[in-house]
């Protein structure tokens, strides 16, 4: 059975750092591009960041560039978002999936399999 498992999120002051990670089973993640979403209480689910299969390139949504970076462990099968200087808007549920689109996937709709989410909290 293919799952994503999301973990590293928490209670964090503004400012501060998180790193989340996502881990999979049943598939290796460096045949799949990976993105990273965020869902604030609404309909709308954000892109935050996605990487790519085939060369590593690397998306950023605006308003999390020069703060967040996502990155790979292909020995360990897993992907990370670091994220550094946390605001309160960064407060949301934030979810990992994985496409077989080739290149960078930025749309939620090309994503096959997802995570269930990690809770993300920047408050002081």
């Known amino acids: 059975q293919l799952q994503l498992v999301e973990s590293g999120g928490g209670l964090v002051q503004p400012g501060g750092s998180l790193r989340l990670s996502c881990s999979a089973s049943?598939?290796?993640?460096?045949?799949?591009?990976i993105g990273w979403f965020r869902q604030a209480p609404g309909p709308e689910r954000e892109g935050v960041s996605c990487?790519?299969?085939?060369?590593?390139?690397?998306y950023y949504a605006d308003s999390v560039k020069g703060r967040f970076t996502i990155s790979r462990d292909n020995a360990k099968n897993t992907v990370y978002l670091q994220m550094n200087s946390l605001k309160p808007e960064d407060t949301a549920v934030y979810y990992c999936?994985?496409?077989?689109?080739?290149?960078?996937?930025?749309?939620?709709?090309?994503?096959?399999?997802w995570g269930q989410g990690t809770q993300v909290t920047v408050s002081s």
């Open positions: 049943g598939f290796t993640l460096d045949y799949y591009a």
């Open positions: 990487i790519s299969s085939t060369d590593e390139s690397t």
């Open positions: 999936a994985a496409s077989t689109g080739v290149g960078l996937v930025v749309g939620p709709y090309e994503y096959e399999y």
